[in-house]
C-alpha cells in the first residue's frame, strides 16, 4: 500500500482505525527526498515527536480532522519557533514569537509540520526562481519552473512530500503553481482565512489558501483554517460550511460562464485546447455553458501591479534593520537603513518597492493610484453581472505551462502577464480553485481555474471534484 498516494480522508479513517500509525505515515512521505529545493527548512525532529504525540492522543480515542496527518507551511506564515524567512536575506534568521491563525488551527486538529517552504521572496513573482535560498523546480520536469510565488508549496504537493501545504496568493500565487505542478490550489474569498501571522505583501488581495492532490482533500483542509479572527480586521465573521458536504455531486443544471477575452491570443492553443474540452465535459454531463464578455480584462494587470506594488512598498517600509531584520551598516540612522534594504531585499522585491512608491507619490498619486482604484470597482460590476447569469467562471489559470527555468525571469513586463489569468479574482474579493484539465505533448500539466462568488468555495469545490472524479490524472512516480 502507497500511503503517499491515499486521500486525506483515507489516511486519517487508517490512523484512526489503528491500521497505520502516524510515524508510519510520515515515514512514508519523509522517505521520499525533495530533490527540488521545495523546502527551506526541514523540521524532521519536530515532526517524529509530534506524529509520536498524536499516535498517543489517537490511542486515546481522539479524532480531529487532521490528527497526525503531515503538511507544509509556506515561508512567509509565521511559525512559533520556527524560522520565517519569506526567502529573503532580510529576514533569513528571524524566528516569530507567535504562530498565525492557521497555523493555531492546524496544531489544533493535530497536523504534523514536516518544515517550510521556499518560495519567491516576499512572495513578489510567478516562477519561485526569486529566493534567496536557490530556485524551485518542477517535480514534473526540474528544467523547468514550478510556478510562483507558492511555487514550494505546490512542489511538496506534486512530488508527495506531504499531502498538504498552505501557501499565499496575492494575484495567484496559489492558483499558477497549482497549475504548474499538476495539483489542485485553492484561493478562498478574501476574509474567509484570517491573515493574522501572513507577512503582507499586498494586504487588500492577500489570502492564504491550500494546495492537496485533489478538490476533496482541499475541502478537509480548508475546513480546519476557515472561520473568523478578530485579531484580523479584513476577517469575514460569516458562517463558515462543511466543505465537504459539496463533494461527491453532479453538475446538472450548473451555470458556467466562459468569459471570451480568457481565450483569446495570450492564451497557448494546448491551454486553450484543454480547457475549452473541459467546458465541453461540464457541458456533456449537463451543465450549460454562458458566453460572456468581460471588457476589463485587458487592464486587470495593469490595475493589479499598481494596487499591490503601491501596498507592497507601504507594508514592507516597516523593514529597516532596527527592530528585527537585517541589520545594516553606516555612520548614520538615515544610511543604516538605507544600507540595511539595499542589501536585504533582491532585485524583484526592490522593484516593486519603487513601482509603488512612484505610484502613491505627489503628482502622480490620481494619474495611477486612485484610477487603479477605480478599474477595481469596474472589475468588481464586472462580475457582479456575469453571476446574474451564471454560478459559477471557468478559464485558464495561465497562458502556457511551466516555462524553462531561466527563460523569463529576466523579463519584468513578460512575467507580469503571466498573471494574466488569476489577478481579477484577488482584486474582486473572489475564490478560485485550480485543477489540471490537460497534459501537453511533453507531459506538462495544464490547469483551469474555476471562479465563485463571494464565500461561494463549496460550489467551486463541487465543481472541481466532479471533473477530478473522471479525470485521469498522471501523477509523477
Known amino acids: 500500500m502507497e500511503l503517499t498516494k491515499l486521500s486525506i480522508k483515507s489516511m486519517r479513517e487508517k490512523l484512526v482505525s489503528r491500521e497505520i ?118 517535480p514534473y520536469d526540474v528544467t523547468r519552473v514550478p510556478g510562483g510565488s507558492s511555487g514550494g508549496s505546490a512542489a511538496v504537493v506534486a512530488a508527495r512530500l506531504a499531502p498538504f501545504a498552505l501557501g499565499s496568493d496575492t494575484g495567484g500565487s496559489i492558483r499558477q503553481p497549482a497549475s504548474f505542478c499538476g495539483v489542485t490550489g485553492i484561493k478562498p474569498t478574501y476574509g474567509r482565512v484570517s491573515r493574522y501571522g501572513l507577512v503582507a505583501f499586498a494586504s487588500s488581495l492577500d489570502q492564504i489558501g491550500v494546495f492537496t492532490k485533489t478538490a476533496a482533500d482541499s475541502a478537509e483542509v480548508l475546513n480546519v483554517i476557515s472561520g473568523y479572527d478578530k485579531r484580523d480586521a479584513t476577517s469575514a465573521n460569516v458562517p463558515t460550511p462543511d466543505f465537504t458536504s459539496y463533494l461527491n455531486r453532479d453538475v446538472r443544471g450548473l451555470r458556467i460562464a466562459l468569459p471570451d477575452e480568457y481565450f483569446g491570443d495570450t492564451v497557448g492553443d494546448d491551454v486553450r485546447t484543454a480547457v475549452l474540452n473541459a467546458a465541453k465535459y461540464f457541458e456533456e454531463s449537463g451543465a450549460t455553458l454562458v458566453p460572456c464578455s468581460m471588457k476589463v480584462f485587458d487592464y486587470a494587470v495593469s490595475a493589479y501591479y499598481l494596487l499591490a506594488c503601491a501596498e507592497a512598498a507601504s507594508n514592507l517600509s516597516r523593514f529597516d534593520g532596527v527592530k528585527y531584520g537585517l541589520r545594516g551598516e553606516g555612520a548614520t540612522y538615515e544610511q543604516r537603513i538605507v544600507d540595511s534594504r539595499n542589501k536585504g531585499f533582491g532585485a524583484e522585491v526592490k522593484r516593486r518597492i519603487l513601482l509603488g512608491n512612484y505610484a502613491l507619490s505627489s503628482g502622480y498619486y490620481d494619474a495611477y493610484y486612485r484610477k487603479a482604484q477605480a478599474l477595481r470597482q469596474e472589475i468588481i460590476k464586472e462580475y457582479n453581472d456575469v453571476f446574474t447569469k451564471a454560478d459559477i467562471i471557468l478559464t485558464p489559470t495561465a497562458p502556457e505551462p511551466a516555462f524553462k527555468i531561466g527563460s523569463s525571469e529576466n523579463d519584468p513586463i513578460k512575467m507580469f502577464l503571466a498573471d494574466i489569468c488569476t489577478v481579477m479574482a484577488n482584486i474582486a474579493y473572489l475564490p478560485g480553485i485550480n485543477t489540471t484539465c490537460g497534459y501537453t505533448d511533453d507531459g506538462l500539466p495544464i490547469g483551469m481555474s474555476l471562479i465563485g462568488k463571494r464565500f461561494d468555495e463549496g460550489g467551486i469545490i463541487g465543481a472541481a471534484d466532479f471533473f477530478e472524479r473522471n479525470f485521469r490524472r498522471k501523477d509523477i512516480p
Not at 93 to 112: E, H, N, T
Request: aromatic share 8%; glycine share 8%; charged share 20%.
Open 21 to 138: 500509525t502516524s510515524a508510519e505515515l510520515l515515514a512514508s512521505f519523509s522517505e521520499r527526498k525533495d530533490e527540488y529545493f521545495a523546502y527551506v527548512t526541514q523540521t524532521s525532529d519536530l515532526a517524529v515527536e509530534s506524529a509520536q504525540v498524536a499516535d498517543l492522543r489517537i490511542a486515546a480515542g481522539e479524532n480531529a480532522p487532521l490528527l497526525g496527518i503531515p503538511g507544509a507551511v509556506k515561508d512567509n506564515i509565521c511559525t512559533d519557533g520556527i524560522k520565517t524567512t519569506c526567502a529573503s536575506k532580510m529576514l533569513a534568521d528571524f524566528i516569530p514569537p507567535y504562530d498565525a491563525d492557521v497555523v493555531q488551527r492546524l496544531k489544533q486538529s493535530g497536523y504534523v509540520l514536516t518544515g517550510k517552504t521556499n518560495m519567491d521572496e516576499f512572495a513578489m513573482g510567478s516562477s519561485s526562481q526569486t529566493s534567496v535560498f536557490g530556485g524551485v523546480k518542477n
